[in-house]
């Protein structure tokens, strides 16, 4: 008689996992270029930048807390070296389309007290919440479950500045100037404020490291590799074995965001988002195409108009979670990753004040910071004091919560 031998689990390959989800990547692109192949463009750019922000572990809420809490500014000599490449790409850029300086071009918001304001809750916010607005979606694609909730407590955030729009609108926001710093230095001097500002801020955050006696030791040099096969492991390995440097990275997302900026506008994320929370309301029978704030004409945004999976931005705001993954897959980092229920009502807070403040403000870390600075917005300097003394302010309180 002969004894059965007990049923040997099916293993998959590691490969396999990798090769599918690159398959299902592509096959969306593929699909959206036969409905819409510029929507397939939205898609590759968001996959770029997820597959950056997750190898270079490119969060500002986790830089900014870093930078106070340990002295480590690495991620936000990055942020800066980003934004500075971004600075003369978005000029060139803004000059082919207005040389006459008729009317600011790129992500130029009014300068009011709500963009302070805003930049500081929202600073506040993105450290509690443990991720700013594209931190929230590459850590989605990393397996973090409390970052579902960041994105959660956000859409609420901005709902409810979506119904109070017009007081914020009016009393606040309408009587304030957009301020160009082109229209008041011209094209040079605003340059060279630009990059003299950033050139300042990378020397402050240079001399606040020195100050915590702590010496990066560069990593030691390999022997020269042997053969191809030796290169083409050393360059996977580079890619998907070791954590991108942060200035790469920063160079490589601003490098980004200038191709973005030639093939629609600068970078952005929470309007996207706020376009899901509105849809959200329409679909549970709020009627949310009557608010001012989703109205077609300004000041409204005309998020109605156009359903999620229609709309570049959402294809962008979904590549960049896709592009996380892939990079986590790829590198085997992904794992779905749960925290104590404590952690997920912190999340869900944080994601509302980050959410809150990024609307009030009209930008988030990537519109109302990465991208504002280079289109040589003043409105992206104050949002950055804000977001600066928010992150400042969220840092303690993660302090006394540890």
Known sequence: MRVASPAMPVVWPRWFGKALSLVLILGIAGLYTLWDPRLAVFWLFGVSL???MQRGRFCFASAFRDLYLLRDGRVVKGIIAGMAVATIGFTLLAYRIAPDLSRPVGNVTPVSLATFLGGLIFGIGMVLAGGCASGMLYRIGEG????????????IGMFTVALQWPWWWQAVIAPTPRLWLPQMLGWGGAVALNL?????SYAAVLAWEARSGVVVRPAPALAPARSLAEHL???WERLFRHPWPPISAGIALGILNVYLFLWDKPWGITT???RWAGWIAYLLGYPADRLLYYAEKAPGFGLLQHVPWASGGTLLNVGLIAGSFLAAVLADEFKIRTARPGRYLQALIGGFLLGYGARIAMGCNIGGFFSAIPSLAVSGWLFALGLAGGSWIGAQIVRRLL
């Open 144 to 155: 973090y479950v409390a970052s579902i909730f960041t994105l959660i407590g956000a859409m």
């Open 233 to 235: 492991q050393r360059t």
């Open 272 to 274: 996207e988002v706020s």
């Open 50 to 52: 997820g597959v950056v």
């Open 196 to 200: 003299l500002g950033l050139a300042l």
